[in-house]
């Protein structure tokens, strides 16, 4: 597929490269964002992950797709309080809408996290306006979208965020469309009505009113939040996007799965000896997956019930003499080395 001409003034995605799974181990078979982008601005080898900005348009479509919030999209949408009550207004670039606040390249590129920064921020009031998406190249199904699928869908990520903030007994968030006609000179009259909290009406008219905007702030340093971590609840059965799961019967104890998890999602306690498993650190980036070579663990979607931890037991290798653990009830007797490589293989005569 060729190339998107660049509109003018779109801003490329901006990219944490210390956040991508491929970073941490080669091994990753993570490749949302190479899947999600529609002009095939993506590039993932053998080598690297690369961009070519030549053939990015800045849709944001990748954003919202990588597991790690490695990715950044410059556009977002642009708040505003209104009458004590916090809004969000941003409106697609195919929808012809001329540019001014809120102006995206896409909408689809609204995904869980930016909802649920929004939903965390108290903004309860969505007005957004889109063009035709069944007829958006945006939305073409393209190769590697899993059978014509998209990668991302605003609708479903609304009723992801809506689904938390019910679980938390909160209000849902409301979406308002307008047509491309309506939506500027609304954001305009809303943007006028801004009271920012603390709002004091002399300073008020000592503004530009172009300075009134509030801008989602940008994703904080460090390891990516979940959904769930700015949405936190106290109920017990709160409902989580996404969960790992350790089959014990399959484990081997190897601890792969803990040393490479970035988010700290599967850690090892020492007393009592367990793997612990914290499904609201949880990113679903599936590196945990893809290097459990028995295949004991996977990502559960939508639980209310994740699993807590797994026990182990301590036991000596008779081979090497070396400690390791396993889950408590295993049969396997031998160190995580010495099962990958056989000693008796390398052994040889040295006194007759």
Not at 148 to 172: C, H, K
Request: glycine residues 12%.
């Amino acid at each position: 597929m060729a190339g998107a001409a660049q509109p003018e003034g779109a801003a490329l995605p901006r990219v944490d490269g210390g956040r991508c799974v491929h970073a941490f181990t080669e091994g990753a078979s993570c490749r949302a964002c190479v899947d999600a982008c529609p002009w095939g601005a993506w590039v993932l080898d053998d080598e690297q992950l690369g961009g070519d900005p030549e053939r990015c348009d800045g849709c944001g479509l990748c954003a919202p797709a990588c597991p790690q919030q490695a990715i950044e999209v410059l556009a977002r949408p642009v708040r505003y309080r209104v009458q004590g009550r916090e809004q969000a207004w941003a409106a697609c670039r195919p929808s012809g809408v001329p540019g001014g606040p809120g102006l995206l390249g896409c909408l689809h590129a609204l995904g869980v996290d930016t909802l649920a920064h929004l939903a965390a921020e108290g903004v309860g009031q969505l007005f957004l306006s889109r063009g035709d998406c069944d007829r958006c190249l945006y939305r073409r199904p393209v190769k590697g979208w899993g059978g014509g699928g998209r990668p991302a869908e605003f609708d479903s990520a609304l009723a992801q965020v809506n689904a938390l903030l019910g679980d938390q007994g909160r209000a849902s968030m409301s979406v308002t469309w307008l047509s491309p006609e309506v939506w500027p000179r609304a954001r305009d009259a809303a943007a006028a009505l801004h009271r920012p909290p603390g709002f004091d009406r002399r300073a008020f008219f000592r503004r530009a009113l172009g300075e009134v905007g509030t801008r989602l702030d940008s994703a904080p340093e460090g390891s990516p939040r979940t959904a769930r971590q700015r949405l936190p609840s106290d109920r017990g059965d709160r409902l989580r996007p996404q969960a790992p799961r350790i089959d014990a019967r399959d484990c081997d104890g190897c601890d792969a799965c803990q040393r490479l998890c970035p988010t700290g999602a599967i850690v090892f306690r020492a007393e009592p000896a367990a793997y612990v498993l914290e499904a609201d650190a949880c990113s679903g980036c599936g590196l945990c997956v893809d290097h459990c070579v028995p295949g004991a663990i996977r990502v559960e979607r939508g639980t209310r019930r994740p699993q807590e931890e797994v026990a182990l037991d301590s036991a000596r290798c008779p081979l090497c003499g070396m400690g390791f653990h396993v889950p408590a009830g295993s049969r396997i007797d031998r160190c995580p080395t010495c099962r990958a490589r056989p000693h008796a293989s390398r052994l040889f005569q040295v006194f007759d």
